[in-house]
T-cell receptor
Framework: DGGITQSPKYLFRKEGQNVTLSCEQN?????MYWYRQDPGQGLRLIYY???????QKGDIAEGYSVSREKKESFPLTVTSAQKNPTAFYLC????????????FGPGTRLTVL | QKEVEQNSGPLSVPEGAIASLNCTYS??????FFWYRQYSGKSPELIMF????GDKEDGRFTAQLNKASQYVSLLIRDSQPSDSATYLC??????????FGKGTHLIIQP
């Protein structure tokens, strides 16, 4: 089955820890994205990547880092510099970055203890 | 600012009626528009996209685009309780992909 997978589904982090969220797609999509969603809020773009070995900051990149070493994978690291990381994190992909529909993974819910 | 605006709701509609969801956008250069449905605790699911002025129908769903007035609508006919969800409007056109509105919470009353 083609799709986007994210792991883990739930993640708990102690203050001061870095954690990495996994995102994998087998849709052969060029572009991948990370969003953050807070309760009652829309999606806010953290980082995006249009091609392997290249990525760009979104609207709220501070305290986050990414890599894009393979077309299929776009992991997100939430660092200790992110002051309020508790949120629902969504990974998405599209055939190309500009204006095409995006498809979402199931999400990771991160809670800071 | 290339914003997308939606009324957060909740919008309450009786079962079997037509639900009408609206979205406005500020960037006249926007070329493509998308409607996503998001159930509580789940990820967004694409239900419609529209690129041209006018109406586009898919089953019980109709998307309407008016570029002159800069609004996009989603109509849901014969609303069912399973349609209760948050509906996200998004516009495309930039290198950073899509810009999302905050969503409208729709409640279908049995």
């Amino acid at each position: 089955d083609g799709g986007i997978t994210q792991s883990p589904k739930y993640l708990f982090r102690k203050e001061g820890q870095n954690v990495t969220l996994s995102c994998e797609q087998n849709l052969n999509h060029d572009a991948m994205y990370w969003y953050r969603q807070d309760p009652g809020q829309g999606l806010r773009l953290i980082y995006y990547s249009q091609i392997v070995n290249d990525f760009q900051k979104g609207d709220i990149a501070e305290g986050y880092s990414v890599s894009r070493e393979k077309k299929e994978s776009f992991p997100l690291t939430v660092t200790s510099a992110q002051k309020n990381p508790t949120a629902f994190y969504l990974c998405a992909s599209s055939m190309r970055a500009s204006g095409r529909e995006q498809f979402f993974g199931p999400g990771t819910r991160l809670t800071v203890l | 600012q290339k914003e997308v605006e939606q009324n957060s709701g909740p919008l309450s509609v009786p079962e079997g009626a037509i639900a009408s969801l609206n979205c406005t956008y500020s960037d006249r250069g926007s070329q493509s528009f998308f409607w996503y449905r998001q159930y509580s605790g789940k990820s967004p699911e694409l239900i419609m996209f529209i690129y041209s002025n006018g109406d586009k129908e898919d089953g019980r769903f109709t998307a309407q685009l008016n570029k002159a007035s800069q609004y996009v609508s989603l109509l849901i006919r014969d609303s069912q309780p399973s349609d209760s969800a948050t509906y996200l409007c998004a516009r495309g056109g930039g290198a950073d992909g899509l810009t999302f509105g905050k969503g409208t919470h729709l409640i279908i009353q049995p």
